[in-house]
């Protein structure tokens, strides 16, 4: 089940978020849309600020688009509890789901067209994480690791 989905972009990754929520939208899925809302230049850790006290408050997920997804997925592995997984295909999207339990999904509204963005996230909003004992041993790892 997938509960409420916080979605942010940049202006690089506006026009995907636009295609992406949308999306979303018809398959019924409870959006919350958080901006930006045009193509005008802005600074994307705003947006990945807001995006992520949002899931963190609400134990939900989020998804980001900047033009890469990198600078977004840089930004938001900053706030502890979010797991960012920056995916340019569909088996990186299912695996950061399987293994990595990600919380939140990076895309790049310059790398890939609509047509893949969409079937990455439609497989990873429906990939449940794995639970295998490996793979929480690994994630309890990192949540040890502060610096
Ligand atoms: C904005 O031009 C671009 O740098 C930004 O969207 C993103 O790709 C950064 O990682």
Same mark, same amino acid.
């Given at each position: 089940m997938v509960g409420r989905i916080f979605i942010a972009s940049d202006h690089g990754g506006f026009e995907l978020k636009s295609v992406l929520v949308e999306w979303m939208k018809e398959f019924g899925f409870d959006v919350v849309d958080l901006g930006t809302d045009s193509l005008d230049s802005g600074d994307n850790p705003d947006y990945v600020r807001k995006l992520c006290k949002s899931i963190l408050n609400d134990s939900s997920k989020g998804i980001l688009s900047c033009g890469t997804g990198i600078g977004t997925a840089i930004a938001a592995n =900053?706030? =502890?509890g979010v797991r960012a997984a920056l995916c340019t295909n569909e088996f990186m999207a299912r695996m950061s789901r399987e293994?990595?339990?990600?919380n939140v999904l990076c895309l790049g *509204? =310059?790398?890939? *067209?609509d047509d893949l963005a969409i079937g990455i996230l439609s497989t990873w909003l429906n990939t449940a994480f794995s639970k295998d004992e490996r793979h929480i041993r690994r994630l309890g790892k990192i949540n040890d690791s502060d610096t």
């Open positions: =900053r706030f =502890r293994h990595n339990d990600a *509204g =310059r790398v890939q *067209g």
